[in-house]
């Protein structure tokens, strides 16, 4: 398996320093983001894109939802997809307005979609989707009953090419404008777990689970 995933339509000509295909990269910043964007055609060719929970096993994404989605409906067909993620780390505050920007870590994969209808590819995929939002939940709760698999549709997309681009770091200032009074740098932005709130009708004596408590220490 080649460790590039570059292709004629993930080849960088903007800001190519900023680029990197090595599927090591481009898989961890996958894995690490929340959601994904899934940019595709419906059925009468009109351009889509929406944001849903993905997860990744080797080269395949999986997405899921009910047997009634309009997007997993046309998914299933097989299609072409653009699936996008993007991290931003912070603010760049320049001392113009045209020098300022954001630190980011982004990624856009090409691929083509499938459906899912193998019952141990599904049972892997859903396990995954829940692990990916919260590792280790799955063996805290039950598994999804025959009835709940039905209304539940599983989509595949391969990972053919990828790029990812990333920006770190100061304003790129004008050096015209280095002696201005203005304030630049970066304000960094990250994401944090509020403290849990349990649901109105649990019962009091069943305490914070594993996986809650792996992902408060981990933010």
Known sequence: MSESLEGS????RREPHRGNHE???IYEL?????ICHLGFTDEDGHPIVVPTIHARIDDQLYVHGSVASRMLKQLAKGASVCCTITHVDGVVLARSTFWSSMNYRSVMVFGQSRLVTDENETERALNAIIEHVAPGRVSEVRPPTSSE?????IIAISIDEASAKVRTGDPNDDPNDLDSDVWA???PITTTFGDPLPA???NG?????ESVKR?????
Request: glycine share 4%; hydrophobic share 40%.
């Open 23 to 25: 599927r090591r990269v």
């Open 215 to 219: 992902l408060l220490a981990d933010s």
């Open 9 to 12: 339509r993930t080849r960088l």
């Open 200 to 202: 109105a009708n649990l």
């Open 205 to 209: 004596s069943i305490e914070i689970p």
């Open 30 to 34: 996958l894995d690490s983001a929340p």
């Open 185 to 187: 740098g970066v304000l």
């Open 149 to 153: 698999l039905r209304q539940t549709k």
